[in-house]
């Protein structure tokens, strides 16, 4: 029993020692982060805007036009690049997917009108000479539907350089500010709605 009530008591004891301490730690750590935001906040305002480049928005799409994801890389959006590829990469495999079908299913229908025989193990043998024009238009549709659709996606990675390089040099410090107020009205409950334009030298 003595024992027991020992345990209990040297549990108890290290709870509160460990609660205790966690408080002294927890007002440390709010002061040294109070202080750490004091100083940044200078940081801001003595910080200059980067020169305003005229070029390099056209630098950026010509790099992407060059080697898609170049561009993305130039600007710094460096998780864009698998995006880039990865699109790129979708299109050019649906197209060459649609090129051997077609190509399969023209193949076999100039074999049959050339009077070969038709193969049993082949699976396009049980199709009529319909059926396989058919097939035929469906293949070459969707691939020229896939080039399109590449081609699409090239020029979104150019655009898509070109808007970022030119938002990155866009001014967004708070000396200039414009925004959109809804006070209410203490005496009749209604919203007042109204803009301020705020300008610090």
């Known amino acids: 029993m003595k024992t027991k009530s020992f345990y209990i008591i040297l549990f108890l004891f290290f709870c509160v ?26 940081k801001k305002k003595n910080q200059k805007l980067r020169p305003y480049e ?21 600007t710094g959006k460096y998780w864009k690049i698998p995006i880039v590829y990865g699109a790129l990469g979708a299109g050019i495999y649906y197209y060459k997917f649609n090129n051997d079908l077609y190509t399969e299913a023209r193949d076999f ?3 049959r009108l050339a009077g070969v025989p038709d193969d049993p193990t082949n699976r396009l043998s049980v199709l009529t000479n319909e ?24 020029v979104l990675n150019i655009i898509d350089a070109n808007v970022t390089a030119h938002l990155q040099q866009f001014n967004v410090s708070k000396d200039l500010s414009f925004k959109p107020k809804v006070n209410f009205n203490e005496l009749g409950g209604k919203p007042n709605y109204g803009m301020s334009l705020n300008y610090s030298f």
Do not use: C, W
């Not at 549709?141 to 080039?147: G, T, V």
């Open 131 to 154: 059926q396989l024009i058919d097939r035929q238009r469906r293949f070459r549709k969707d691939q020229e539907l896939s080039i399109m659709i590449t081609v699409g996606l090239y």
């Open 17 to 42: 020692h460990s609660i205790f301490s966690q408080e002294e730690n927890e007002n440390e750590e709010l002061k040294v982060v109070t202080e750490e935001v004091a100083v940044k906040k200078k």
């Open 54 to 74: 005229p070029l390099a928005p056209a630098r950026a799409a010509f790099y992407s036009a060059i080697l898609p994801g170049l561009g993305q890389a130039h």
């Open 109 to 111: 229908y100039k074999s």
